[in-house]
């Protein structure tokens, strides 16, 4: 499949309250129309707490939700939540097909200027996920700062998502470095980012965007509005502009190593 209809949702989170959470975008979702991709921010079901974990929704309850959903309005859904683990907690990235398929990405790269790193496990690795012929890199958040993590190793994938709750005071860091990513991997790119205020006085703007792989913004949220933006995008476009443009073919050959975890 070569297009794709996207739904990002820039929402406000209601904090720690998972069942109203769910209920929220469950609603927001019934009323709209069909997307065959629906993205939600970071921690959708808590808000971004170091305490999400030990008090959110189980991963049974979460997964579950995502995939009644998705089955429900044949859609794939995508974003992070807090989950407790037998060996600890992890932000976890779930994406989770029609057919209620998914899989997972654990967030590699913890805030530490939230001690995010003393309260979550890192991820071991990124992960490619396979979606109706796209390849699909799932990134959250802080990854964002972190460009090795994401380069593209001979065109291995297609679109890259960032779900976030990254807050206003660097807003203009989210918006130049979603742009860098998109245009340095030739890549389409889609943030996710919340609105509102948390529990912790911060405030989010949103920004959520899509954008193009040669680096033009094709959607963008009205800033601190909850709403939805949405596009078609197309993986052809990937293809055509990595050969018109193979600046891939120049790309510096490295080993990625990390002392995160």
Not at 133 to 142: A, D, E, K, S, V
Not at 192 to 207: K, Q
């Amino acid at each position: 499949m070569s297009t794709l209809t996207v739904g990002v949702l820039q929402q406000p989170i209601i904090w720690m309250d998972g069942d109203a959470n769910l209920q929220h975008f469950s609603r927001l979702i019934a009323q709209s129309a069909h997307h065959d991709l629906w993205v939600l921010p970071e921690m959708f079901t808590t808000g971004f707490s170091m305490q999400a974990a030990t008090q959110s929704l189980s991963e049974t309850r979460v997964l579950g939700w995502l995939q009644a959903l998705a089955q429900k309005h044949d859609t794939a859904l995508c974003g992070s939540a807090a989950i407790q683990l037998a060996d600890g907690a992890v932000n976890r990235f779930y994406f989770v097909t029609p057919q209620g398929d998914f899989s997972y990405y654990d967030k590699r790269h913890l805030f530490r200027m939230a001690n995010e790193h003393h309260h979550y496990k890192p991820g071991a690795s990124r992960q490619i996920i396979e979606y109706r012929g796209w390849r699909i890199l799932p990134q959250i958040c802080y990854d964002l700062r972190f460009p090795a993590f994401s380069r593209t190793i001979n065109n291995d994938y297609d679109l890259m998502i960032y779900v976030a709750s990254w807050p206003d005071a660097r807003a203009n860091h989210w918006q130049a470095l979603l742009l860098a990513r998109a245009i340095e991997n030739q890549s389409w790119v889609i943030g996710c980012n919340r609105v509102g205020e948390d529990e912790n006085g911060l405030s989010y703007r949103g920004d959520s965007q899509i954008i193009a792989p040669e680096g033009e913004i094709i959607a963008s949220a009205i800033p601190a509005e909850a709403t939805v933006i949405t596009a078609t995008i197309d993986r052809q476009r990937v293809t055509a502009y990595r050969q018109a443009f193979p600046a891939w073919q120049d790309a510096d050959s490295f080993t990625l190593t990390s002392s995160v975890g």
